[in-house]
């Protein structure tokens, strides 16, 4: 079985930054590709961005696009994601998602491990 374990969450003023780790651990895994996925509350899992694990070729959302970036260490089996200018409307459980196989990045259902979340609050 893989586990995906976040860490880096809290709690941070508009305009700060964040970066939020996923390790990956278990059997061994070799995923098609990593992403990061949010939920705020009331609100469905959104996409926030992903990388292709053999390229490391990134795609995020546009909400995201040009503040957050992703990267990942495929010998450490880790991915991370990087949040600067961080806006209210950022505010959600942030989850790591890893998929076996290729396909559409942007649905969760397309992934097959998921990590248990980790909070981001961003104040105004």
């Known amino acids: 079985q893989v586990q995906l374990v976040e860490s880096g969450g809290g709690s941070v003023q508009a305009g700060g930054s964040l970066v939020l780790s996923c390790a990956s651990s278990?059997?061994?895994?070799?995923?098609?590709?990593m992403g990061w996925f949010r939920q705020a509350p009331g609100k469905e899992r959104e996409f926030v961005a992903v990388?292709?694990?053999?390229?490391?070729?990134?795609y995020y959302a546009d909400s995201v696009k040009g503040r957050f970036t992703i990267s990942r260490d495929s010998a450490k089996n880790t991915v991370w994601l990087q949040m600067n200018s961080l806006k209210p409307e950022d505010t959600a459980v942030y989850y790591c998602?890893?998929?076996?196989?290729?396909?559409?990045?942007?649905?969760?259902?397309?992934?097959?491990?998921w990590g248990q979340g980790t909070q981001v609050t961003v104040s105004s």
């Open positions: 990388v292709t694990w053999s390229g490391g070729s990134t």
């Open positions: 278990g059997r061994a895994f070799s995923p098609s590709h």
């Open positions: 998602a890893a998929a076996r196989y290729g396909g559409n990045y942007y649905w969760p259902s397309r992934y097959d491990y």
